[in-house]
């Protein structure tokens, strides 16, 4: 493969790392400090002629997120993003305080896992899984198709129908 893996990489980025681009870069960098522990790579932080921030990386636990201003001739192309995260409560309070919309309230998911979904003020749907002891993700089951599927004589559930109306909205 031509893709770089493992410690070929250079340290702190995996092979794919998100790419955003919101209006307010700054205040998008301090939601996801104040948010998620998030710490900015200053070496990395430029600011284009206009005044604009046209790249700058936020380490989040291991991830790296980079991200710009949207110019203003440039569509704004928030991100959709899932972080696992320890302590879900705590991190959904956290958004809260800092201006999040709560799209998906803290809800049991597959695997024993529990997900909620919050929509930063800079529009960018972020998916939180909370994993821990009795926790299963798909990397670990086996390699094959599951075999449960919705039934599509049911209404959504919460977290189909919460996912459907935020995306509808955009």
């Not at 790392?17 to 070496?43: H, K, L, S």
């Not at 949207?70 to 809260?96: C, E, F, M, N």
């Not at 459907?164 to 955009?170: C, G, I, N, Q």
């Amino acid at each position: 493969m031509d893709v770089l893996t493992g410690p070929d990489l250079p340290p702190g980025y995996g092979t794919v790392n998100p790419f955003v681009a919101v209006r307010g870069a700054e205040g998008w960098i301090r939601f996801v400090a104040d948010v998620f522990g998030g710490r900015e790579t200053r070496a990395a932080h430029t600011v284009d002629a206009d005044g604009l921030l046209i790249h700058a990386e936020v380490r989040v636990g291991s991830s790296t997120i980079m991200l710009c201003d949207a110019k203003p001739h440039w569509a704004s192309t928030p991100g959709l993003l899932q972080v696992y995260v320890g302590d879900l409560d705590a991190v959904v309070d956290r958004a809260r305080a800092a201006g999040a919309e709560v799209v998906t309230e803290p809800t049991p998911f597959h695997g024993g896992q529990r997900l909620a979904r919050l929509l930063d003020p800079w529009s960018t749907l972020w998916w939180l899984f909370e994993y821990g002891e009795g926790s299963t993700a798909p990397s670990e089951a086996p390699d094959a198709l599951p075999s449960w599927r919705p039934d599509p004589d049911a209404p959504p559930s919460y977290v189909h129908r919460t996912i459907d109306e935020a995306l509808t909205r955009r």
